[in-house]
Structure formats: C-alpha cells, structure tokens
C-alpha cells in the first residue's frame, strides 16, 4: 500500500515524543519480513509489552482428510452452521501450504476479547453483513462485497450489526499485494489497473484508549491459538504512520477489463501472494467481436486449482448455482461450460455474476468440513 498517518507522530522518527505529563510515549515498529519491507511506526499511551497472564493454548490445526479422488467437486458454502463466536466459526474448507480459505459465519461481534493472527495475512470477504473492523490503526465500516485486507500480526475485532453474517476467509503465508503489473516503480497504482488509490478506504476514527484492566487476546500462530492476558487496552495510539496497515476494498468498485473476445482469467486479478491469486467477476459487458463466444472456453487448468465463491447474480457458464456455493476445479484435468450455456451465451451482451475466484498453485487438500456440505454428485453435472 502508500504512505498514510493517523494522529499524533514526532517530526523524526526514532526520537523524543512526550506525553502531557512528560512522560514518553512508546514507540513500536511494526514490520513485515524483518526489516526487509513494508512498516508502520506506532506510538503507544502504554508499553505494548505487559502480559499479565498467559492461558492454555489449544490447536486450530484443519482437520484433513485422505480422499484420492482427483475430480470437480462442489460445496454448499452457506451449508456451514453459524456460531456465536467468531473464532469457533472459522471452518478452513481448502487448505495448503500457501493458503488456507476458510468459511465463517459468526453471529456475535468480538467484544469479550481480541485477535491476532500471526500466521498469515487475511482477506476477508463480506458476503453478508455490516459493522465495523476495529484495530489499533482505527476503524473501517464494512458492508456486503467489501474486501478487508489485514496484515498478519494486526490485533483487531470484528463488530457486527446483526446475527446474520457470512464471511469467505482467505489465509496467505505470504504478503497479500495488487498484482505487479497494476504497480508502477514507486508502488502507485498505474491507468491499466482495474482499481486505484481513490477506492482503497483506510482506517479512520482512531480511538485512544487508555484503560487498564484484563484484556484477553486469542493469537495464532502455527495453527495454535495462545490467550494472552494483557495490561493495557491494545487500542491505545495516539498516532500512526507508514505503509503496513488494514483496509478494505469493495468487489462493487472493480472494473472489468473486457475485450472483442473472451478474456482470461488474469483479467480479474485483484489480489496477489506467493503461491496463489484472488479474482473479482464482476458485472461487465461481454465480448463484441461480431463472432464472440461470451461462455468461458474448455480449459485444463494443469498447474493450478481453481476455487470459485458465487456470490449473487446469473452464472451463464453453470447451471443450478445458489449464493455461497464453492466449485474446485483440479489440476490435472479440463472443466468448462456446463452442456448448453454455450450456444445460450451468444448474442448477449453482459452479466450480472458476481463472484471471487482463488487460483492456486499447488493442490488444495480437503478438511473434514469440506466433506460435511459437498455436492457428491458434481462431478457428473456435465453429462447433461
């Protein structure tokens, strides 16, 4: 992301910043890959370091299961039951090394304690739902279709206007990035990108608290998630500034890069990391060259697997597609169009479909929720 600040900061950095009292605020670097990349620099009320109780740490590790068979499957993503708390509704459905994508549907917001994954960069995804992402950066709104990028390591919470809500949760061990090709020399977003600076929404509202008292963090890391009893409230900044920090995106403010013919894939990248991409489909207009074929071609994706989210809209390349409903694709073997939505597709002139798409690079295993809302029968849907 681009340089931004918040509050109150020192002119230079690594210096004397005095609270009203005289005494100093405490400073934090928060970096990524060591020193080696992007950082914020955050000035605390209270030392971040005083841990009054550690708890029993218990395993989050996915639950994977042995099925050999390499096929098209299908999911009922909205099939996952809703939990009152948000770390119990976190259900990894297709996981690897690079990535785990994980299904949520939490009823309550998280005000009894705090997150931090540490493990990985998170993208969440609104499929349904409204409230507001807190961290020590400050706040972001959300609503249906936004995209909340979060850095690992951010401490936040996730309040909600109501019970009902659906997430699809993204787990990078990378950096989550725009692609390199949207990035000019000095990071800003160039004119060929399908999105630029104006429609990243940073957080805003910093809030300074300076209460005491047990304030209970959950932290991930290597699949184990650690209480930690803290002294001070973690939202405690009286300012910020650099590179490394949440924001959201909304999937509403992509826009299509459409051609005279079909295009691929990489034309919907919103989002990269090592070892796998995320994709918007987005209403757009179809091809016009006077003999396009607007339905997708065959495609045997062999080095990559291929997960499809459906969120609203018309699907002209699949039939019988419901809201919440995950499709993996394999490497290895060809997927395309179902029977008939071909020839129904000519002549039309756009889509309504709205979907996110995650491309990855190395096989994806399933988990024991994988197996609790597959359709077993997909794998079949091209027969007629």
Not at 31 to 44: A, E, P, R
Not at 106 to 121: C, H, I, L, R, V
């Amino acid at each position: 992301m681009h340089y931004h600040k918040i509050g109150q900061i020192p002119s230079k950095r690594h210096t004397q910043f005095r609270q009203p009292d005289g005494s100093l605020y405490h400073e934090e670097l928060f970096s990524t890959i060591g020193f080696d990349d992007m950082y914020s620099l955050l000035y605390h009320v209270n030392p971040p370091t005083q841990i009054k109780q550690v708890g029993e740490p218990f395993s989050v590790v996915p639950k994977l299961v042995s099925d050999r068979q390499l096929k098209h499957r299908s999911l009922n993503g909205f099939g996952i039951p809703a939990e009152d708390d948000y770390i119990k509704s976190r259900k990894p459905v297709l996981v690897n090394d690079d990535c785990k994508i994980v299904l949520s549907a939490p009823k309550k917001s998280m005000t009894d304690y705090f997150f931090k994954n540490a493990d990985a960069d998170e993208v969440i995804f609104v499929h349904k739902g409204t409230g507001v992402l807190k961290t020590m950066y400050g706040n972001i709104d959300f609503e249906y279709g936004d995209y909340l990028v979060i850095p690992r390591g951010t401490i936040y919470q996730l309040h909600f206007k109501d019970e009902d809500n659906r997430l699809f949760i993204v787990e990078s061990s990378s950096p989550i990035v725009p692609p390199k090709r949207y990035r000019g020399q000095f990071g800003q977003l160039l004119e060929h990108s399908p999105y630029c600076e104006r429609d990243i929404r940073k957080p805003e509202n910093l809030e300074t608290h300076n209460e005491k008292g047990d304030f209970l963090f959950y932290i991930k890391k290597q699949d184990v998630i650690y209480p930690y009893t803290y002294l001070n409230h973690p939202f405690d900044l009286i300012g910020w500034d650099g590179y490394c920090y949440p924001y959201a995106f909304s999937i509403h403010n992509f826009e299509p890069i459409t051609g005279r013919v079909h295009q691929p894939p990489p034309v919907h990248q919103t989002f990269a990391a090592k070892g796998f991409v995320i994709c918007s489909f987005c209403p757009r207009l179809y091809d016009y060259h006077p003999q396009a074929i607007p339905a997708p071609y065959n495609h045997s994706n062999i080095d990559s697997d291929e997960v499809l989210y459906y969120v609203d809209g018309d699907f002209m390349s699949r039939k019988h597609v419901e809201k919440g409903m995950i499709t993996l694709h394999p490497g290895g073997i060809p997927h395309g169009p179902h029977p008939g939505t071909v020839e129904k597709s000519i002549g039309k002139k756009a889509t309504q479909e709205l979907a996110v798409m995650v491309d990855t690079f190395k096989p994806l295993q399933l988990t024991e929720h994988t197996l609790e809302i597959e359709d077993h029968t997909y794998y079949q849907s091209w027969l007629s």
